[in-house]
């Protein structure tokens, strides 16, 4: 049908009309009285021009855990340039809906190879409300439009395999505090379950993690996240501290870019590592891929989604890693949020991580879904469908001057 | 002398009490009516309580030039950090001085490992003004302050081996203009040039290097810079037209992390390869000088010390590179102005880029100097010496509010 592919030339093309952003801040912890970093993050709302259910379609984005508000590159680089583009630079041939890849172009051109942080945050949240706008005008979940648009045709999964994230370190009754946590994401239906580790003593981390293990039913449904903290040494006592402890995954064992103390700390660890959530190109992928000293059949990639550009860069970093023999159920997307719900159910990706009690009220899942044996469904309103999750969609909706309807 | 580094308990410790901070539209062309990509740089001023000459000691920074503006995360991010912190966190153990290394620090702080993109210039805009303002409190040309501090106690170089920069492509009249630029900046003193390439097809770039090397002294005064443009199939198509060109050197021939496309090409290119302005952390330099296939006795690094999160950022790359077996004349640091003089003086790198007729005003060097048979000598003024640069001082000191006095 090649009349599909052909531009319109009297037809009114769709636009994006207004962006909005706002830094707010997040905590890794459910109890506010802990400081937490002064960790932020970006959220976004994103007007679009095109009306459903009487109302312009709003998409909705944030950055992510993580890695920091990003609303100065947002509003001095980024919105100006979707806002600026016209006509099918942004949209699809029809002119009816917003072509997300069309969007990702018009948001990084003139930007220099290499620099890869920070703006690619920036581009990565605008990029999650350019998809949650889009998927809401075609007017269905986001896991089936990109499936559509992205999946090779393949069919989304119903239900993707899930974990618990979070057992961050406690300033008083660490383990303790922990063991309820803990507990209490066993108690929502989570049978796997990460903590941190890294941030004090070795003999600290391998408590944490013999506390947490005694409350699984498998010492393997436990993965310990030791957040890029540990330098040369530290990675290869904790490897060897830790191989025989059975772990489900090592996670972040030393600096993103040491790909050569990750080498060593591989051939002295036994179990599955974990890397790439603080990589954020295809370019960095390809040199994890390379010189990392990782094992396609066994270890684990954590990119994330959105801090990797979004979701068209994500998908780039799918296909080097593809080409470098990885499987697709090696992903395990960073982030515990309702995006990489739908990734990975549409990608056909290993799993998804989920944050129950940290980064409220952007981690956990839509009201009243729960996992079921640790597997959860994206939700099924159109777009992301973060309108499911009362507290986000009360801040989203407050950026976009929505009424909130409870 | 213990004394010395004893903190002054009941002594006042000198603090930075204002920053301010401006997006300022930069161009490649001399000619304001060509366009240059909307390319954008920020500007700071920080002011310190500190008073010389009656008036509040003020240093100023700037993003040097390819890598856009970074307002937002100077707001929001990193100059809250300098102004919240206090006492020793910033200040020498006397109170009485910046102490630039605590500084980066307080900056620093709570950022995590990876994603050294837009942060590294927001932080290195910060530190050039940091630096700036210490010299001028210590009333000390900044090569001086910088021997002192972080040279080792090596001998500062009076002059210094520079060469112009330049060379972007023109819209129309190309080889024309393009001949115009390299005469004048032989006109200026310089002997040895740099132009881009990589913008067009291949014969287009030979042709602009056949007609630049023509006005100079010999064929191995030019040095040409593709800019990152190429893909690995061009790459190694150009290393084979220009190998037989004998260039000064041959610059950023691919993606900066392709590392692989790279190496292959300093196996089939005869002369010197530069690389490095696109890479801006020691963990990156470290992966450059271990996979990229360089030679350290024969090629060009070219780490810009402002993108490189400041100037304690570029020494940890030299160490890095030191440690490689790399000699400190292989740094020829990007960013064409005058901080860099300073830097190549007190570190004895190889020598320096300026950028006569590029990037007004921040490109050029001070008023009334000029090159003496290709090498030029930093400002004697206290700091950095931009008060010797009227068109780029007139731009700072109404940012501070100063008075311009001409």
Same mark, same amino acid.
């Given at each position: 049908m090649p009349g599909r592919h052909t531009s319109p030339s009297n037809a009114r093309v769709m636009r994006i009309v207004d962006v909005r952003e706002r830094s707010v801040p997040i905590s890794?912890?459910?109890?506010?009285?802990?400081?937490?970093?002064?960790l932020t993050t970006s959220i976004v709302a994103l007007t679009t021009d095109v009306v459903r259910a009487g109302k312009p379609v709003v998409g909705y984005g944030f950055s992510s855990v993580?890695?920091?508000?990003?609303g100065g590159l947002i509003r001095e680089r980024f919105a100006p340039r979707l806002l600026a583009a016209a006509g099918t630079d942004l949209a699809n041939d029809a002119g009816t809906n917003l072509d997300p890849f069309r969007a990702w172009s018009v948001m990084l051109k003139g930007e220099k190879p290499g620099?890869?942080?920070?703006r690619c945050v920036a581009v990565g949240t605008l990029d999650m409300a350019i998809w949650d706008a889009a998927a809401k005008i075609a007017g269905v979940p986001l896991y089936r439009f990109i499936a559509d648009?992205?999946?090779?045709g393949r069919t989304p999964d119903a239900t993707i395999a899930a974990y618990a994230g979070g057992g961050y370190p406690y300033p008083s009754d660490d383990l303790a505090r922990l063991c309820d946590e803990v507990r209490a994401m066993l108690a929502q239906g989570f049978t796997h379950v990460k903590i941190k580790i890294g941030a004090g003593p070795l003999e600290r981390d391998v408590e944490r993690i013999e506390a947490v293990q005694a409350l699984l039913?498998?010492?393997?449904h436990l993965a310990a996240d030791a957040?890029?903290?540990?330098?040369a040494e530290r990675c290869l006592a904790a490897a060897k501290a830790l191989r025989?402890?059975?772990?489900?995954w090592f996670e972040?064992?030393?600096?993103?870019?040491?790909f050569e103390t990750q080498a060593a700390a591989v051939d002295v660890y036994h179990g599955a590592i974990a890397a790439g959530e603080a990589l954020f190109s295809a370019a960095e992928a390809k040199l994890l891929d390379r010189? *990392? !000293? +990782?094992?396609p059949a066994k270890d684990i990639l954590l990119f994330d989604p959105v801090h990797t550009y979004g979701l068209p860069g994500y998908l780039r970093i799918i296909q080097t890693m593809e080409d470098g023999g990885?499987?697709?159920?090696?992903f395990w997307p960073h982030g515990g949020h309702l995006f990489c719900v739908h990734v990975v159910s549409a990608l056909g990706l290993g799993g998804c991580e989920v944050?129950?009690?940290?980064?409220?009220?952007? *981690? !956990? +899942?839509?009201?009243g879904m729960m996992p079921q044996d640790g597997r959860i469904a994206p939700p099924?309103?159109?777009?992301?469908?973060?309108?499911?999750k009362t507290d986000l969609h009360a801040l989203f909706a407050l950026l976009a001057r929505e009424e909130v309807v409870r």
């Open positions: 890794r912890y459910n109890d506010p009285s802990l400081p937490s970093g002064a993580g890695r920091y508000a990003q620099g890869h942080g920070e648009v992205a999946g090779g039913a498998a010492p393997n957040m890029n903290a540990y330098d025989n402890h059975h772990l489900w972040d064992i030393c600096d993103p870019l040491d010189y *990392g !000293g +990782l094992r990885w499987p697709r159920s090696a944050n129950p009690f940290s980064f409220a009220p952007f *981690g !956990g +899942l839509a009201d099924q309103a159109p777009g992301i469908g973060f309108e499911t």
